[in-house]
């Protein structure tokens, strides 16, 4: 089975979570600039973390299956599950913004992070597995350091949460700290499959 119908139905589903995070945000009420802070600052802030996650998400999965040619039963599950982990961000980012980050909608919050971590490491495993062991993509990866470390970060933002400082804010702020520094990682561009790409597609 060709990849197309799998690639179409993941941009998609990935339209429409960006679209309903957005209709999360609270209308400020009044026309200033301190009304736009005190009504929509946090959850503007929340939003944009999200959709940063969502964007890094799209952005790899594009250039993923740029090096997969066919799929398999396993992987359009493998997918799915990547996609319900995604689906359930506008939800949890929407809870957190309305709790004024209170701990738990953060914990939940940073559990999608990990869920969606382990589900998109699940697709390329399984991708890899079904490619063989000359898997291209499984040499562009590599040693695939960024996706090691990220849920670390996400086990600490919600160890965190859950132990330092319990009755305030400190754990909190660590937690969210936590939780943006792997996007921040995402965000500076991964050559790896690119280079892998051109490999291909350049003739002997």
């Known amino acids: 089975m ?3 119908r799998l690639e179409a139905f993941s941009d998609g ?3 429409i979570i960006i679209t309903i995070m957005v209709l999360g945000l609270r209308v400020p009420e009044g026309h200033s600039f301190s009304d736009l802070v005190h009504t929509t600052g946090g959850g503007l802030l929340a939003y944009l973390v999200s959709f940063v996650y969502v964007g890094i998400y799209w952005n790899n999965h594009h250039h993923m299956f ?13 997918n799915l599950a990547l996609l319900f982990c995604l689906s359930l961000v506008p939800f949890t980012t929407d809870w957190m913004n309305k709790s004024s980050f209170a701990q738990a909608p953060v914990i939940i919050y940073g559990v999608n992070l990990l869920a969606a971590a382990a589900a998109y490491f699940t697709l390329q495993t399984v991708i890899i597995r079904l490619q ?3 898997s291209p ?8 350091i960024k996706g090691k470390i990220s849920p670390l970060f996400y086990l600490a933002g919600i ?5 330092i400082d319990r009755s305030g804010q400190v754990g909190i702020v660590i937690a969210l700290a936590c939780f943006v ?3 921040i990682l ?3 561009p991964d050559r790896r499959i690119d280079r892998m790409i051109r490999h291909q597609e350049t003739p002997d």
Not at 66 to 78: F, R
């Open 132 to 134: 063989g062991p000359e």
């Open 2 to 4: 060709r990849t197309s």
């Open 137 to 144: 993509l499984r040499q562009a990866v590599g040693t695939d």
């Open 159 to 163: 160890l965190s949460a859950l132990v």
């Open 13 to 15: 589903v990935l339209a």
């Open 66 to 78: 740029q090096l997969v040619k066919q799929v398999s039963g396993g992987v359009l599950w493998a």
């Open 186 to 188: 995402w965000l500076v």
């Open 181 to 183: 520094g792997p996007a």
